[in-house]
């Protein structure tokens, strides 16, 4: 009789989640509360219990998305609002069997209805400082420019996150529609946030090709690169990013969303992972794009062919390429192998 092994529970593998952005990591029932409460109009495609449909391969489906998100965070007004999207944000990580996560945050998004740059700040560290220690899970703020905005605005961000880097600041981003605005005109706010010790991780190699991750790579001297998926186009690239081991955020339902490639199995998890290319996966906007983190190794295992032992090292590598103190990241290595062993 032929014997039949069920797959092991993806949620209880131990996991890094490096790239999951503020508002988007709220959850939906907890947007239309807010949205009732402070009586903001949602569309249609904010209410309809099942994920927008995006495309943002063009500027008309980027602005469509930026819109929905700047509506989702209009609704954040309030400390007691910040505390409440961090907490959850934690215990469906914690749910999904992350034991670290990094949020990225800008702050100035949150600074009018806040009280201002220093005091958002305050407020967004004071609710990562509770939900972690409330849920168990290890979690730091990634703090990320706009490069729709001056390249000015990103350095006063920069000096921000330096200020903050003994509060649980851990890393400085550069996020937003990668085709707008050259990456070499940040390179001094990155300079600034790598002089004060904290990693680089900026978007590329998602709306645009492999050029993108090059000049994240040359100008901003990332440590870890946002999506990065448009590298597998280039094998020269892929192979650089591999001798440096420079961590891929790669989101996989978030790309096939947002138009980047038409379905799962065309996300080349396993061009960059046969070559070599370090990898984290990530939700980026779960109130948009339907699916948290455990949902993304589904994906892996469903649509790329990933089986767990692959799936283990995809696992061990987002670990790797964290943040994490060595305890922690030891800790979490160890609960890979055990998931693993069971």
Known sequence: MESTTRPRDLTLLPKAHLHLHFTGSMRP??????????????????????????????????????????????????????QRLV??????????????????????????????????????????????????????VLVAANRMKHPLEARTLARLAVRYADRGVVGFGLSNDERRGLARDFDRAFAIAREGGLLAAPHGGELTGPASVRDCLDDLRAARIGHGVRAAEDPRLLRRLADRGVTCEVCPASNVALGVYEKPEDVPLRTLFDAGVPMALGADDPLLFGSRLAAQYELAREHNGFDDTELAELARQSVRGSAADAPTQDKLLAGIDSWLAS
């Open 87 to 140: 907490r959850e944000a934690a215990e469906e990580d914690v749910r999904d069997g992350s034991g670290w996560l990094e949020i990225q945050v800008d702050p100035t998004s949150y600074a009018p209805l806040l009280g201002g740059l220093i005091p958002a700040m305050e407020i967004i560290l004071d609710a990562v400082d509770t939900a972690s220690r409330d849920t168990g899970l290890g979690m730091r």
């Open 29 to 82: 029932t907890t947007l239309l509360e807010l949205a009732d409460k402070y009586g903001v109009h949602l569309p249609d495609a904010l209410t309809g219990g099942e994920p927008p449909k995006l495309r943002a391969t063009d500027e008309r489906g980027w602005f469509r998305f930026q819109r929905l998100y700047d509506i989702a965070r209009s609704c954040l007004r309030t400390a007691e609002d910040i």
